[in-house]
C-alpha cells in the first residue's frame, strides 16, 4: 500500500456534518471520497476534542472502514505536519493524501490524475492548480512530510503555530520553493478569480455548497470537478450567498473633507446605539460571521460611546469590527476601552494620503496630518498587525506615493510595516477623474460588492451597493428582514453575469476591488 488520506475536522465546522447533500454530510462524502482512493492503507481524521464523538458518528453511519481518529484540543500547522509525518514514518506509506473533511465535492477523477502526476514525475508536492477550492487534495511524499516537520519546528517556528487554513502546506514549502518537486494538474480554465471556496467551514460557503448540489441535479450535470465549476460560474446564486461585509453609517457627520468625499450627507441623522444593537444582532443570525464597518460616509469616532457600539459587534464571537478614521479624534483612552473588549478582531484604517504635511493640507480639508500619523503609534500597540495607514492615490499626490510606501512598509515604523494603498473612486463618474493609472481587468467580473457586501444608511435605508447611495435604496432594515433585502441584488447579479450592467454600473471601476 502507497497512500494514506489524511482528512482535517479539527476546528468546529458544524456545517460538516449538516445532512443536506441527499442524506449525507460534507464530511460524510468526504470519508466516501476517501475510501474509494485505490492503493490506500488506511484513513486518518484529524479532529478536535469537541467534536470526536461527531466524527466518529459519521465513520460509523457511512461503514467506512479502516478509519483512525486523532483528537487535539486545538490544532495549528505544526501539529498538522508533524502527525502526519509520524503517521506516514509507522505505516512506511509513501504518499500522504490531504485535504480538509468538509469538502463534499472531492473528485476521485480529479485525484487520480493528480497521483499519476506525482508518481510519473517523481514529485515531492503535487496539487491541482485553476481549480476553485474544494475539488481536489494535496499529495506530499513521506520524505517531504519529514523534511517540513523540522523545518516547522526549527526554522519556521512562527509558521507553524499559524491556524490551519486551505494554503497552510503549500505556504510553508513557498520559504524554500526551489528545495522541492512542485508539479500541478491544471485546470481546463483559470477559476480562481471567482475566489470559490467549496468546503463547508462557514455558514456562508456551506450554503453555496448545498445550492450547487442542488443545481448539480436539477440539470442532471456530471459530478465532477470541470462540470461544478463551470455550473458555479453561471450561479448567481451560488455566487451571492451571505453579506460578508456590512458597512454602516453610525454617524453621518465629517470630521474632516478629503477630495474625494462620495457624498455630501443629507441631514444629520446618527444611528442610535439600540438600533445599532438590534441590526448586529441580526446581521449575527443570517450571516454567521463577517466584518461590521462603522464608518459608511461619516467619521464614526464623532460618537462619544463608539466603544460601546465596538462592544456591541464583539459580543458576537464570530464578527470583527473596522473602524475607517482620520485619526484626529483617537485618543488612548479610548483606544484602550475597546482593546480590553478584543483587540484581535478590531481592525482600524487611518486615512493618511500623503507623506508631507503639505500635501496633505491640499487633499483634506479640516484635517491634522500631524494627529493621523501620531493615531497610528496610540493604536498599533494595542491592536498589533491590526492597524493600517491608507493612502488613496490620485493625480494630486501621486509623486509622494513611493515615500509613504517607504516610510510606512518599513517594519520599524509605527504601523510595522502596515498600510493599504487605496484606489480612487469616482463614484459612477460623479466626482473628477483623478485616477493616475486604469488597474482595471481587461475583461469585466462580476461586481464584488454586489456579492458580498451590504451598505446601511443611519436610517436604516439599504442602497443596492454604495455607489448608489442617498439616490435609491433596495430596503430599510428597521422594516425589512436582512435575508429579504438582499435577496433584491440577486436580479442584479443575474444580469452581471450576463454582460448586462446597466447605465449606473457601467460608469463604476469599483467592482472589481475586494474588502473581504
Known sequence: MKNFVFLYAGDNRNCAFDRVFSGKSALGRSLKWASDIEDCAGIIVLASNSNEVRVKTEIEREGVENVKIIA????????????????????KTVNAIYSSADRPFLDSKLTKEILECHEKYIAEYTFADGYPYGFAPEVIHSGTLNILSSLINEKYKEEGKAEISNECIFNL?????????????????????????????????????????????????????VS???????????????????????SSKYNSAPVYLPHENPGDVNMSLENFSQIVSRIAEFSDDGVVGLSAFGEPLLIEN??????????????????????????????????????????????????????????????????????????????????FPQFTRMNENEGELEA???????????????????????CCKSLPSRKPADLSPLERNVCWHLKRDMTVLSNGDVPLCRQFAFA???????????????????????KHIKGDYGE????????YTFNF
Open 72 to 91: 487535539k484540543e486545538n490544532w495549528n500547522c505544526s501539529d498538522l505536519i508533524g502527525e502526519m509525518a509520524k503517521e506516514m514514518a509507522a505505516s
Open 173 to 225: 514549502l513557498k520559504k524554500d520553493i526551489n528545495s522541492f518537486e512542485v508539479e500541478a494538474v491544471l485546470a481546463p480554465k483559470d477559476y480562481r478569480m471567482l475566489r470559490f471556496d467549496f468546503s463547508c467551514g462557514t455558514k456562508r460557503n456551506a450554503l453555496a455548497c448545498k445550492r450547487l448540489y442542488d443545481k448539480a441535479l436539477e440539470k442532471n450535470a456530471s459530478f465532477d470537478a
Open 228 to 250: 461544478f465549476s463551470d455550473l458555479a460560474e453561471e450561479s448567481a446564486d451560488v455566487q451571492q450567498t451571505l453579506p460578508a461585509f456590512y458597512n454602516i453609517q453610525v
Open 306 to 387: 463608539i466603544d460601546a457600539y465596538a462592544a456591541e459587534v464583539l459580543k458576537h464571537e464570530k464578527l470583527s469590527v473596522l473602524i475607517e478614521t482620520d485619526g484626529t479624534l483617537v485618543t488612548k483612552e479610548l483606544a484602550e476601552k475597546i482593546s480590553e473588549i478584543s483587540n484581535d478582531r478590531v481592525i482600524w484604517i487611518v486615512s493618511v494620503d500623503a507623506a508631507s504635511p503639505d500635501m496633505y493640507s491640499k487633499i483634506v480639508r479640516n484635517g491634522s496630518f500631524e494627529k493621523a500619523v501620531s493615531s497610528i503609534s496610540v493604536l498599533e500597540p494595542l491592536f498589533p498587525g491590526n492597524v
Open 404 to 426: 509613504f510606501y517607504r516610510y510606512w512598509h518599513d517594519s520599524n515604523s509605527p504601523s510595522k510595516g502596515k498600510l493599504i494603498v487605496q484606489k480612487y473612486d469616482d
Open 472 to 494: 435609491s435604496t433596495i430596503g430599510n432594515v428597521f422594516n425589512e428582514g436582512l435575508e429579504e433585502i438582499w435577496s433584491k441584488t440577486l436580479a442584479t447579479v443575474e
Open 504 to 511: 449606473k454600473c457601467r460608469d463604476c471601476d469599483e467592482y
